[in-house]
Nanobody
Framework: QVQLEESGGGLVQAGGSLTLSCAAS????????MAWYRQPPGKQRELVAT???????NYADSVKGRFTISRDNAKNTVYLLMNSLKPEDTAVYYC?????????WGQGTQVTVSS
């Protein structure tokens, strides 16, 4: 099984940037894809971005052109670079990985964007 640990959240002003990191351990060599989700206050969890083992990426329409997902295979770490942040990006951000048919989740990291 894969264990995930996020870091990099915090408070930022609108228009600012943050980079989230997610370090994978355990059976990380079997990871097929990794993704970032977020859960805004009072709302359901939603998909933000995905990256598969071949490097292809996909983004939610709400973050296209502002967020970039990347992966450092040597460090077993996935990143989410968030630019031009908006107050509506405020949420708990979760890292997720798929390996061997099992979905793993991190504990989440809070991102708060002030107006």
């Amino acid at each position: 099984q894969v264990q995930l640990e996020e870091s990099g959240g915090g408070l930022v002003q609108a228009g600012g940037s943050l980079t989230l990191s997610c370090a994978a351990s355990g059976s990380s060599s079997s990871i097929k894809f990794m993704a970032w989700y977020r859960q805004p206050p009072g709302k359901q969890r939603e998909l933000v971005a995905t990256i598969i083992s071949g490097g292809s990426t996909n983004y939610a329409d709400s973050v296209k052109g502002r967020f970039t997902i990347s992966r450092d295979n040597a460090k077993n770490t996935v990143y989410l670079l968030m630019n031009s942040l908006k107050p509506e990006d405020t949420a708990v951000y979760y890292c997720s990985a798929g390996a061997g048919g099992i979905r793993s989740w991190g504990q989440g990291t809070q991102v708060t964007v002030s107006s």
